[in-house]
């Protein structure tokens, strides 16, 4: 069992930065592969940003490459989402998700989510 809590969001002006934070529960987090979705009002929840399980690899959706970044610390358990150049369409919660093993684009192979935090940017 993995308990998530995201935090870090807020409203921010278009072109501004925040950092969003997913603290885990459990003693074998190293063992996971981790991923940021989002979801705006009346949208589907789309993939935005994986990591492997040792933080060697990470993946992007084309929207926010080049603007976000992902990082984990293992000896915190914690996942990082460093996002730049903030959008308008950037709007939405974020929710981080673990799965076992190997990182997948797909929101339904996740086994465990945190309950979102939620990012506002301004025009």
């Known amino acids: 069992q993995v308990q998530l809590v995201e935090s870090g969001g807020g409203l921010v002006q278009a072109g501004g930065s925040l950092r969003l934070s997913c603290a885990a529960s459990?003693?074998?987090?190293?063992?996971?592969?981790v991923a940021w979705f989002r979801q705006a009002s009346g949208k589907e929840r789309e993939f935005v940003a994986a990591i492997s399980m040792g933080g060697g690899s990470t993946y992007y959706a084309d929207s926010v490459k080049g603007r976000f970044t992902i990082s984990r610390d293992n000896a915190k358990k914690t996942v990082y989402l460093q996002m730049n150049s903030l959008k308008p369409e950037d709007t939405a919660v974020y929710y981080c998700a673990v799965r076992r093993l190997s990182v997948d684009l797909v929101r339904a192979n996740y086994e465990y989510w945190g309950q979102g935090t939620e990012v506002t940017v301004s025009s």
């Open positions: 459990g003693r074998t987090f190293s063992t996971y592969a």
